[in-house]
Structure formats: structure tokens, C-alpha cells
């Protein structure tokens, strides 16, 4: 009988770990949201279908229609629509017009007012924007079309932003936060972004103090399905992540909360970032964000958020979200340490532990962890050489990330079967040993260098139990041992996948890693499994499926299009031109254009700015068009207090989208680009000689105002590009063949023409 419910938990196990999935988001069965609120995801999803029906990135033709729509679906509920216009360089240095769409809801109190921010602009060039931030357009305007329906005054004032050119720079942002009067009746921020077209929907808060008091509010709000974690928050902090809120908070002291999902990477600013592909329980999940908390906080004290103490939290099934003071860290770790050192001597006197045995627990653990983390180190790098197209998709998750996953997951659980096969002769509290002392390792790192990961001791004290009934009882029950894993699963299984989806499958490492970490955890059960030898078998066999799997969708089809780039470059001063591409594996559209025979590696002096720092890889000859390049005048030349004072005009003779500048190693103390100042510490921390990039609305000129040694002489090199290349009536390119999308973050299918000033 003890037998089948130990071998019936194996079956729980894996609907545990299907269930610390299946609860982290809205079903398309749950209606949830328009029951409790009133918030219509297929009304949501028709705002999405128009505003993604074009790119519409600033500058380009769709932007002020995509515009007009929002401003009109505002004005339709009754409220009125102001447009806040000007222009802003932002932290990087990307200089562009913003027009932003602001309204207001009067409340019937007069303490801070609740901001619901998101975005209006895609990504250029060719991004039509579904998600990134068409779902965050649609989310507020569908939330807000339900609150008002209520036909309830809120107390506090409720702001509606929805900035421009937060692609560019956050620049709409910058506009709004630092311009505009209404930022400072702003008491809190809740801003809806997408960085992918599914998945659930993460919460990550932006503070400049403590969290304390935002999520205690937030629990109060009791959003359904909050997936959240101080362990993103704390990384979050150290890292140089940016979203419009950001700009609030570091320059208003402004904090708030982001809510955005990350699945489906590989749709993120490309054309297929469409209302086709939006996974719409994602929106649904975004809806379940922000009425709750629309509700509550448009009747809060907005101006008693801010704290000093952070809090541990994260979300856990049924329990929805748990939280504790950081406080009890420490005393945490500690109680665990005194828990392990009590049941340590308690079974070495009592006999149920040895020594050899303890020392031959270690063996296992560390081959697992060497291993599994050695294979997961290594994986991309193999995986592209063995598909270097792979390399083209710039942001590092192709459209068979997921099934690299689920590879490197079996590979590491079949490593672990058959590492502890070997450990027959070896008692399993003796096995628990070497696991629980290196876990009570990693939580005092945690506990040291990354607090927001201090609940990582739970899932250990979950372990420290097992081993104490262990000590007690030859047999434990199996279905115990199961009950005290599923805090280890339904913490460490979402990271699994949750980690290589955020950071790329570079870091397919934190997959192989926390199946092994989780494995240990498991080790109450999986340790007494008696046909581990087939169960690793079992596990190979599932990664050499999921890796056929992976090959056969390896291919690049219309629906998992191969991303592609072309420009022509037109070299004012050396009357040459030439044909180039970022990609490393020529796509047949690319090599027609090229011509493979004459193609060679480019040595382009500068890197065209972009998300990746991405470098144009090859260039072949290519016949001189008659293109007319910009005009370039110098204002004025002036030289005071050893400071030579430049103004340059450049102005453009053709439709144009883009214009980036660099300077050679000649210092520029300051500049300004149409009356607007670029920032000290950009000037100073600036790297590869870009000196900004303007982005054209309406074929604006740029009057530059440079500041520069005396005696220096002034170097730039100018790149105009406008994104015509295809529909230029001079270049004669075909359309792309449907297997073939524009690669994003690259300057791409664009002519541009060089110039080089020198004065």
C-alpha cells in the first residue's frame, strides 16, 4: 500500500507543477473581470485592432491617426482631451517631438491624484505594437470606460497619460513628468507595458524608499491573480531597467507600480507584434490589475504611500500573495541553521545519521549542480552553432525558446535520477544532509547580497521537516513528503521558465540550475523512487523528443518569419555606395540584393544606435543614386573664455525619418540639439562618439549648439536615413517574401546617406 503512494505522488508532483502555472493567469473560461467589474476584453481587443493596424512609430503616417482614435474613444466617454506637445532628448540623448494625450476624472476630494500611464507610440520601424503598448492603450481606455459606468465621484482625482515617444527615450514621459502641472497633484503611478505578446502579467514596483506601505495597499486592492516577487524587485532595482515610470520616480519622487507581461519574446517590436498574436488572456490579466486597484486607490490617502521598511512578498496558489517585514529575514535564517544543527545531532546520536553516509551526499549534489550548471552555461552557445541563424534574432529567444526549456529541464532531471541511482547503499536522511546545508548556504547569500529572496528559506524549512519526520519514521507517508514539496514547486517551478523568457536563452543556465535546486528540495520523494535508472531514462528520452521537436521547428515559416535587414548607404564624401545588412546568415531576399560574390565583411567606424549595440556585418558595392543628402550650415563660430561655440544647422531635402550624429575624440563639454540640452552625464559616460539621434517629425532641421575646446577642431559625421528603402522608386527592392519579417532594434530597410562636417 506504501508502495503505490509513493509512486502515485510522481503523478502529483507533475500536476503540481502544472498547477503553479495554470494559476498565475486568467483562463478564457474565467470571466472573473466583467462579472466582478464590468471590464470587456473583446471590447479591449477592439481597441487594440485599430491601434495596431499600422506602424505608427513617431514621425511615421499612422502615429497621428492612431492618435485621433484615442483621443476620440476619451472624448465619447465625456471627458476632455488636452494633447500636451513639445520636445525632449530624454536620458538618451534621443531627441523627438511627443504629443501626449492627457485627461483628467475630478474626484470629490482634494488629496493626491491616482496616474494611469501607458503608451501610444511602436517601436520603429516596422512594429505595428498590439502589445507594446496597444494593450496598455486598450487596458486603460476599456478599464476606464467600466469605472465610469459606476457612475460613482471617486475621492481622489484620477490622471489619464497616455505618452508619446516612450520608445524613443521615455521622452513623453520626460515631457509630461517635468512640463506639465498636473504632475504635482500625482500621488501614485500605475503604468501597463508589454515587453512580448503573452504570458501573465508580472508586477514590479518602483520605489525610491521602502515598499512597505504600496504593498500593503496593493493586497487590499486583492487583484486575482497577482504574480509578483520581491526577488524581480530586488533585481529590478539593480539593474538599469527603464518604463515611463521611471522617469516619475527619479525625477518627482513619484513611485508606483508596472504591470507587464513577457511571454512570446520573440514577438517584441516586430511587425508580428499584432492583434493576431496578442494572447488575450493576457489582456484579460491586465484588466484583473487595474480595476481593482483603480477602485481602490481613486479612494486612498495617495499622499501617505511612501515608507521606509520593505517587506518580503511573493505569490504562491490559494494563498495568492504572502508577505512578511525584511526584518525577519535574518531571524529566519537563523531558526532554519538551529533547526538543522538540532536534527543534525539529534540523528547522528540516535544513529539514523552517519557520517560517510553525509559525506556521500555531498557527491551527488555537487555533480548535479556542476554539471547541470556547466550544460546550461554553455547551451546557447551551442545551440548557435548548430543554427547560427539563430543569431539574427537579436533579443536572444527564438520561436522554439520554449521547447529549449523544456530540453534543458529533462536533460538536468536525467542527470539527477541517474547521479543518485548510485546512492542505493546511502540512508536518505543522510542524502538530505549535503542539500539542506547548501540551501541554508544560499539563503544567507540571499539574505546578504539579495533580500528580496528571503522566502527562498521557506521551501528549506519545508525540507528540514521532511528530514525530521525522516528521523522518526523508517516509511514516512509519501503523500506528506508531497504535501511539504509543493512549497518548493510552486515557488522554484515558475522560475524554471520565468528567467530564460526575461533574460534570453543565454541564460538557459537558471533553468538547469533551479531544476536542479528544486530536485534537491524533492529529494523526500524522488530519492525513494526505486526505478530511477528508468525514470532518467524516461527524462532522456523526453529531451531527445522536445530536441526534435525543437529541430523541426528550427525552419523559418510565414508565421515564425526569419528576421531580416537591408540599407543602403550613400557616402556623400567618397561619392561610393554600397549595400549592407546586419545579419549573419544572409536571408535569399538579403543575398539577391547583395550579391554573395562581392559581398565582404563591414568595417563601419561607428555603430548606428540601437537596442543591442548591434553592427552592420556585411556590405557589398552598390550603384550611385541620385539622393540629395542634407544641407549643412554653421550659424555661428564663437570663441569665449577658452571655449569654442559652435551652431550648425542641418537641414534635410528629403523625407526623412532619422538623423544620428558623431563626433571623433574631440570633448564636447556641452550641447544642445533645437534649443534642448543633452545632460552632463550623457556627455561625459557617452561611448562610441554618438553624440544623439534625432527623430524626424514633419522634416524638422537640427540646429545643433556645441561646446568644445578652443583650438579644437570639430569633427562630425552625420547618418540621415529615412525608412523607404523597399518603396523607393530609385532602388528597385522586392518586397519581402512572406518567411521573412524587418529584423527590430536595428536601423533597418533604410537609405542613408553619410556626410562628414569638419570645421
Not at 506602424?55 to 466617454?77: C, N, T, W
Not at 520601424?125 to 459606468?149: K, N, P, Q, W, Y
Amino acid at each position: 500500500m506504501n508502495k503505490f503512494r509513493l509512486w502515485i505522488t510522481l503523478p502529483l508532483l507533475i500536476l503540481a507543477v502544472f498547477w503553479s502555472f495554470r494559476t498565475l493567469m486568467p483562463s478564457d473560461s474565467n470571466t472573473s473581470v466583467e462579472d466582478l467589474y464590468g471590464f470587456s476584453t473583446s471590447r479591449a481587443l477592439e481597441h487594440v485592432k485599430e491601434i495596431s493596424r499600422k506602424p505608427h512609430a513617431v514621425g511615421f503616417p499612422a502615429h497621428k491617426e492612431v492618435r485621433d482614435y484615442i483621443v476620440s474613444q476619451l472624448e465619447s466617454m465625456g471627458l476632455e482631451v488636452s494633447l500636451q506637445e513639445g520636445y525632449t532628448a530624454g536620458d538618451w540623448a534621443n531627441y523627438s517631438k511627443a504629443v501626449n494625450i492627457v485627461t483628467r476624472i475630478e474626484g470629490s476630494g482634494d488629496g493626491k491624484a491616482l496616474l494611469l500611464l501607458t503608451h501610444y507610440d511602436s517601436n520603429p520601424h516596422s512594429s505595428l505594437g498590439a502589445s507594446d503598448a496597444g494593450s496598455g492603450v486598450a487596458t486603460i481606455l476599456e478599464g476606464i470606460r467600466a469605472f465610469l459606468e459606476q457612475q460613482k465621484t471617486p475621492t481622489n482625482d484620477v490622471i489619464i497619460v497616455i505618452t508619446d515617444a516612450e520608445e524613443l527615450g521615455l521622452n513623453g514621459a520626460d515631457l509630461f513628468a517635468n512640463k506639465h502641472p498636473w504632475t504635482s497633484d500625482v500621488g501614485l503611478v500605475l503604468n501597463f507595458e508589454a515587453r512580448g505578446s503573452g504570458g501573465p502579467g508580472y508586477m514590479f514596483m518602483e520605489t525610491n524608499r521602502g515598499n512597505e506601505k504600496l504593498l500593503k495597499e496593493f493586497v487590499k486592492a486583492n487583484p486575482a491573480f497577482p504574480v509578483t516577487n520581491s526577488l524581480a524587485y530586488s533585481i529590478y532595482k539593480l539593474l538599469p531597467n527603464d518604463t515611463d515610470l521611471t522617469v516619475f520616480r527619479e525625477d518627482r519622487d513619484i513611485e508606483g507600480f508596472n504591470f507587464a507581461f513577457i511571454d512570446d519574446h520573440f514577438d517584441y517590436h516586430t511587425v508580428r507584434d499584432s492583434f493576431e498574436r496578442l494572447d488575450k488572456n493576457s489582456l484579460t490579466h491586465q484588466g484583473s490589475y487595474l480595476m481593482p486597484l483603480l477602485l481602490h486607490f481613486s479612494e486612498s490617502d495617495l499622499g501617505q504611500l511612501k515608507s521606509l521598511n520593505d517587506q518580503v512578498y511573493f505569490n504562491i496558489p490559494v494563498f495568492n500573495l504572502v508577505t512578511y517585514p525584511f526584518d525577519w529575514i535574518w531571524p529566519m535564517w537563523w531558526v532554519a541553521v538551529v533547526m538543522f544543527i538540532v536534527l543534525l545531532l539529534f540523528g547522528l546520536k540516535n544513529r539514523a545519521l552517519s557520517f560517510k553516509g553525509i559525506a556521500k551526499g555531498f557527491i551527488p549534489v555537487l555533480a548535479t549542480l556542476l554539471i547541470n550548471g556547466g550544460i546550461g552555461y554553455y547551451a546557447w552557445k551551442a545551440i548557435t552553432t548548430i543554427y547560427p541563424e539563430y543569431n539574427d534574432i537579436l533579443h536572444g529567444f527564438p520561436y522554439n525558446g520554449h521547447t529549449y526549456i523544456l530540453v534543458m529541464v529533462f536533460l538536468s532531471l536525467a542527470i539527477c535520477f541517474w547521479l543518485y541511482r548510485s546512492m542505493k547503499t546511502v540512508n536518505l536522511p543522510d542524502l538530505l544532509i549535503a542539500p539542506a546545508l547548501l540551501w541554508l548556504a544560499i539563503c544567507w547569500g540571499v539574505a546578504q547580497y539579495l533580500p528580496g529572496a528571503g522566502y527562498f528559506v521557506i521551501p528549506l524549512y519545508a525540507l528540514l521537516a521532511s528530514l525530521m519526520v525522516m528521523l522518526y519514521q523508517k516509511e514516512p507517508d509519501p503523500l506528506l513528503m508531497w504535501f511539504l514539496a509543493l512549497p518548493a514547486i510552486f515557488i522554484y517551478a515558475p522560475f524554471i521558465s520565468m528567467f530564460p523568457v526575461a533574460l534570453g536563452l543565454k541564460m538557459l543556465v537558471t533553468a538547469t540550475v533551479f531544476t536542479t535546486l528544486l530536485f534537491w528540495l524533492l529529494l523526500p520523494l524522488t530519492a525513494r523512487y526505486t526505478k530511477k535508472k528508468m525514470l532518467g531514462t524516461l527524462c532522456l528520452l523526453s529531451c531527445l523528443i522536445a530536441l526534435v521537436i525543437s529541430h523541426f521547428q528550427s525552419n523559418f515559416t510565414p508565421d515564425k518569419a526569419k528576421p531580416s535587414s537591408l540599407v543602403y548607404i550613400l557616402d556623400t564624401d567618397e561619392k561610393k555606395a554600397r549595400w549592407a545588412t546586419y545579419e549573419h546568415v544572409l536571408s535569399d531576399w538579403t543575398s539577391a540584393t547583395l550579391g554573395t560574390e562581392k559581398m565582404t565583411p563591414d568595417k563601419m567606424e561607428n555603430i548606428i544606435s540601437s537596442k543591442y549595440g548591434s553592427r552592420i556585418t556585411y556590405s557589398s558595392p552598390a550603384p550611385l543614386k541620385s539622393i540629395e543628402g542634407p544641407v549643412v550650415t554653421i550659424e555661428s563660430d564663437t570663441t569665449l573664455k577658452k571655449m569654442r561655440i559652435l551652431e550648425i544647422g542641418i537641414f534635410p531635402q528629403r523625407s526623412v525619418n532619422r538623423l544620428d550624429i558623431y563626433t571623433d575624440a574631440t570633448p564636447v563639454n556641452e550641447a544642445s540639439v533645437n534649443g534642448i540640452e543633452l545632460s552632463e552625464f550623457y556627455l561625459k559616460q557617452r561611448k562610441s562618439g554618438r553624440l544623439l539621434t534625432h527623430y524626424i517629425s514633419d522634416n524638422d532641421s537640427t540646429m545643433l549648439k556645441l561646446s568644445i575646446p578652443a583650438k579644437a577642431e570639430l569633427n562630425l559625421t552625420l547618418y540621415e536615413a529615412s525608412n523607404d528603402l523597399i518603396e523607393h522608386p530609385l532602388m528597385g527592392i522586392p518586397p519581402r517574401p512572406e518567411d521573412n519579417i524587418p529584423m527590430p532594434f536595428v536601423l533597418n530597410d533604410a537609405v542613408i546617406i553619410k556626410k562628414t562636417i569638419r570645421h
